[in-house]
């Protein structure tokens, strides 16, 4: 067969692929009680599909894929700030299981009373955004089984979990998962009753995690924690910043297993077993490369800031305490690859007592937490009263 042959027979198809991605996107709607799965499997690159108010039974494969200039758009149309609820009550399966890439999953709520809200398989360049997790009884959304990259989670609520709501990664590390971004949500912690019970975590070599102006609160495990990168350089540390975690029960707020990671401008209150903890997960000395720097830990049990094991290459500096008893533990003799100084701790009064008794259970609004997160970027409270304050605002 000749070239110019071969051009003339595959000139329909090359036309047919062309025709294909620059045909108009198409905007399909879903009403509730109408199966959504044929209109969810048909979607191209730049199609939008809109669940329309109400309840939408049925669990679902999310195998479609935009591309990047052209990603697809999955969204709830809301009506007086209701969010179209994505349900299913059975088992075997989870609510969503995502293997897709290019995607935009905004303005739902996802409720599933046994199972995952979103299991993330492989995927690059997945947004969900302002949607609301509530009572979902496996966990909200979890990236554990297939490598990831570009997942962001952002505005998002996370209520009624029982078990960990966002989990990243897998335990043996064995996952490539790089560029995940969390931001701006808020995790109501209170009901989680199943195993260790984290708010969010990144397993062992999440590359370039971040998770920066959430709130979180009751969590049974820590509110948030990371566990580090092997062979890591600069580029993959896990970045925690402006976050608020409030009362974790059985652990400390925010811990640190392993790095390189940095650690700054959060605040850790009223946790049972303590504020920020570093220490050495497991022994695979990881402990390199952490900074923690211009926190505020305040009235926390047992700690306020707590390191254990090797530090190499380290910062613990320009953090403030407001105490209610031991407030810094640091390792006993002087490691070389700590630095330490400029932090500075005061005793809490009973003023901040009471309003962190006021603060059990808070789920802020959308305002008061963007409120208390520029306020942390800005500069971490200096006094008691600044602190009473910012802490007010969350209430607001």
């Known amino acids: 067969m000749t070239r110019f042959v071969r051009m003339l027979l595959f000139a329909p198809c090359i036309a047919a692929g062309a025709l294909a991605d620059e045909r108009p996107a198409s905007?399909?709607?879903?009403?509730?009680?109408?199966?959504?799965?044929?209109?969810?499997?048909?979607?191209?690159?730049?199609?939008?599909?809109?669940?329309?108010?109400?309840?939408?039974?049925?669990?679902?494969?999310?195998?479609?894929s935009g591309t990047p200039d052209r990603p697809i758009t999955i969204r709830g149309v809301v009506d007086s700030g209701e969010r179209p609820e994505l349900r299913f009550t059975g088992r075997g399966h989870n609510l969503w299981r995502i293997a897709g890439s290019h995607l935009r999953i905004q303005d739902l709520s996802f409720h599933a009373t046994h199972a995952y809200g979103i299991r993330v398989e492989r995927v690059d360049d997945l947004t969900i955004e302002r949607c609301t997790f509530r009572q979902c009884g496996g966990g909200d959304i979890s990236a554990n089984s297939a490598h990831?990259?570009?997942?962001?989670?952002?505005?998002?609520?996370?209520?009624?979990?029982?078990?960990?709501?966002?989990?990243?990664?897998?335990?043996?590390?064995?996952?490539?998962?790089?560029?995940?971004?969390?931001?701006?949500?808020?995790?109501d912690g209170r009901d989680i009753d199943g195993g260790i019970g984290y708010g969010i975590q990144l397993k062992l070599n999440v590359r370039g995690g971040v998770i920066r102006d959430n709130v979180i609160t009751g969590t049974r495990g820590p509110g948030i924690m990371v566990y580090g990168v092997q062979d890591g350089a600069a580029e993959d540390a896990s970045v925690?910043?402006?976050?608020?975690?409030?009362?974790?029960?059985?652990?400390?707020?925010?811990?640190?297993?392993?790095?390189?990671?940095?650690?700054?401008?959060?605040?850790?209150?009223?946790?049972?077993?303590?504020?920020i903890g570093v220490f050495d997960y497991g022994g695979r000395g990881l402990l390199q490369g952490i900074r923690i720097e211009g926190n505020g830990a305040a009235m926390n049990m047992g700690y306020d800031l707590s390191i254990r094991g090797q530090l190499v290459a380290s910062t613990l500096n320009a953090n403030r305490i407001w105490t209610r008893q031991s407030a810094l533990r640091?390792?006993?003799?002087?490691?070389?690859?700590?630095?330490?100084?400029?932090?500075?701790?005061?005793?809490?009064?009973?003023?901040?007592?009471?309003?962190?008794?006021?603060?059990?259970?808070?789920?802020?609004?959308?305002?008061?937490?963007?409120?208390?997160?520029?306020?942390?970027?800005?500069?971490?409270?200096?006094?008691?009263?600044?602190?009473?304050?910012?802490?007010?605002?969350?209430?607001?």
């Open 240 to 275: 925690i910043e402006r976050n608020v975690v409030i009362g974790s029960r059985n652990n400390p707020g925010i811990a640190i297993g392993g790095g390189p990671a940095v650690v700054r401008n959060n605040l850790v209150i009223g946790c049972q077993t303590g504020g």
């Open 27 to 64: 905007v399909v709607e879903v009403a509730a009680g109408e199966d959504y799965r044929v209109k969810l499997a048909a979607l191209r690159p730049g199609d939008e599909l809109r669940f329309l108010p109400g309840v939408h039974e049925a669990h679902a494969v999310v195998q479609v």
């Open 148 to 187: 990831v990259h570009g997942l962001r989670i952002a505005g998002c609520r996370f209520i009624g979990s029982r078990r960990t709501p966002v989990y990243i990664g897998n335990h043996p590390g064995k996952l490539d998962i790089a560029n995940f971004v969390f931001e701006g949500n808020v995790i």
């Open 330 to 396: 640091l390792p006993e003799r002087d490691q070389a690859g700590l630095d330490v100084a400029a932090n500075h701790i005061q005793r809490g009064g009973q003023a901040l007592q009471q309003i962190l008794g006021r603060l059990e259970g808070v789920v802020p609004s959308d305002a008061a937490r963007n409120a208390v997160s520029q306020r942390l970027s800005q500069a971490m409270p200096q006094s008691e009263e600044e602190l009473i304050s910012l802490l007010q605002a969350l209430l607001d």
